[in-house]
């Protein structure tokens, strides 16, 4: 359903309750992406309201996208054990759902621009999750601290994050994920022990980071890396010398 083609439409508690074998639901404003306003840095949709107890089937359920989804949380009577993709950019979502649910299937959350996003439910519980998207959500202000047990992630975005202030300490070995975004985050330092763990990784962002100061040795020990920006980071007083040992690099930026 593309909604930037409707003109008014009303979502009631049963409009989905009887859709029990449904796989694929996706509620888009593709035509609105294309002109984007942005305000301050803050991007504005207007949202269509969506009853409290709204009903979504999900047992089914393998891909789930709605664009500006207006509550708060998903559905308690939601268990999307099939689920494999969710996407709810610009969502008025301030955190998943309560308590946890193992959703093994799930490979790719974007999240994307949702400004009232503050908390995210435990990495553990989506053990196969391969692309992480959290672009703008400018009220988030931690990350889990269980990250590597994302064995198979490969992307994690959180591009604009302004009030994402820590990164997880990784304790143990990530060879799958190879792009790490930080743009624009409020981080004052990547743990040594985080970076040396990202075998793999071959682009990391961290451009506009206003309060980061240091960056680790062990960065030079990402021998895959290919992509470095660290461009209008005002306060990194200390760069790498041994920066020339990244045999990989091929874009850096200062």
């Keep these: 359903m593309d909604m930037s083609e409707q003109q008014e439409i009303q979502f009631t508690t049963e409009t989905?309750?009887?859709?029990?074998?449904?796989?694929?639901?996706?509620?888009?404003?593709?035509?609105?992406?294309?002109?984007?306003m942005e305000i301050d840095g803050d991007v504005h949709f207007p949202q269509v309201a969506l009853p409290k107890d709204l009903k979504l089937p999900s047992f089914?359920?393998?891909?789930?996208?709605?664009?500006?989804?207006?509550?708060?949380?998903?559905?308690p009577n939601f268990h999307p054990k099939n689920l494999v993709e969710l996407n709810l950019r610009?969502?008025?979502?301030?955190?998943?759902?309560?308590?946890?649910?193992?959703?093994?299937?799930?490979?790719?959350?974007?999240?994307?621009?949702?400004?009232?996003?503050?908390?995210?439910?435990?990495?553990?519980?989506?053990?196969?999750?391969?692309?992480?998207?959290?672009?703008?959500?400018?009220?988030?202000?931690?990350?889990?601290?269980?990250i590597d047990k994302l064995q198979h992630l490969q992307t994690l975005s959180c591009h604009d994050c302004s009030k994402l202030e820590h990164f997880p300490e990784i304790k143990y070995t990530m060879k799958n994920l190879k792009k790490l975004d930080l743009y624009g985050t409020a981080i004052e330092k990547l743990p040594s022990s985080s970076i040396e763990h990202l075998e793999g990784l071959e682009y990391l962002n961290l451009a506009h980071c206003e309060n980061l100061v240091i960056l680790p040795e062990s960065i030079c020990n990402l021998r895959f890396l290919k992509f470095l920006n660290v461009n209008a980071c005002s306060k990194l007083h200390r760069l790498m010398e041994s920066l020339e040992s990244l045999q990989c690099l091929e874009e850096y930026y200062i």
């Design 90 to 146: 610009c969502s008025n979502i301030k955190q998943l759902w309560e308590g946890n649910k193992l959703l093994k299937k799930l490979k790719v959350i974007n999240l994307n621009h949702s400004q009232h996003l503050m908390e995210f439910p435990s990495f553990s519980m989506m053990p196969n999750l391969e692309i992480l998207t959290l672009e703008g959500c400018i009220s988030l202000q931690r990350l889990p601290m269980d």
């Design 60 to 75: 089914e359920l393998r891909y789930l996208r709605w664009d500006e989804y207006s509550l708060k949380y998903l559905p």
């Design 16 to 36: 989905f309750a009887k859709m029990n074998k449904l796989r694929l639901l996706k509620i888009h404003q593709d035509a609105k992406y294309d002109h984007i």
